[in-house]
């Protein structure tokens, strides 16, 4: 929608695309609620095209008054302190609370979860790595994401040890 108009629906497999639900909590549903909320704002404008035999479809694109906003919520967003969440930490910091054989059966599933992740985004990075539509901006973002899992995958392995120990 920033670079060309987009239905809700091109929104969503963008989304997906860009494995963008990965970072943050976001639905399909809330997707097409916030077209709407963005629309009524007047940050976006509809337009109704219909392509061959097609019926028609409503694409949205930014209003004057939506590229105002959003350049406004980048600078707001690079401003905000960094949180990085890891629902992981939850059970980490209580395992204590188990025995030496629930610990390694949590530990475990945390690895086995870390590398599915890991090989996803690796291959994700791998197929998106020579595509010319990837922006360079994107590709570090993807980058960035391995970086993160390897970093995870070698702290897990010091907790691990140090709980052996």
């Known amino acids: 929608m ?26 399909t549903p809330s997707i ?8 009524d704002k007047g940050l976006i404008k ?12 409503a694409v949205y694109s930014l209003t ?4 105002k906003e959003f350049k406004n919520l980048m600078v707001l967003t690079s401003l905000q302190p960094i949180r990085i969440f890891l ?15 629930e610990q390694k059966v949590c530990l475990d599933n945390i690895e086995k979860n870390l590398k599915m992740l890991k090989t996803s985004l690796e291959e994700n990075q791998n197929m998106k790595a020579s595509l010319p539509e990837i922006s360079q901006t994107g590709k570090a ?7 993160l899992a ?14 052996n120990e």
């Open 87 to 101: 629902d992981l930490n939850a059970v980490i910091v209580n395992l204590d609370s188990l025995s030496a054989q």
């Open 150 to 163: 390897e970093a995870i995958e070698n702290w897990l392995q010091d907790t691990r040890k140090n709980l």
């Open 141 to 147: 973002v993807l980058n960035q994401q391995v970086i």
């Open 32 to 39: 097409y609620k916030k077209v709407i909320t963005l629309e």
């Open 2 to 27: 920033k670079t060309e108009p987009l239905s809700a629906y091109d929104i969503q497999k963008l989304v997906e695309y860009r494995n963008i639900s990965k970072w943050v909590k976001i639905s």
């Open 46 to 57: 509809k337009t109704l095209v219909k392509e061959g035999k097609m019926p028609e479809k």
């Open 64 to 67: 004057a008054e939506g590229e």
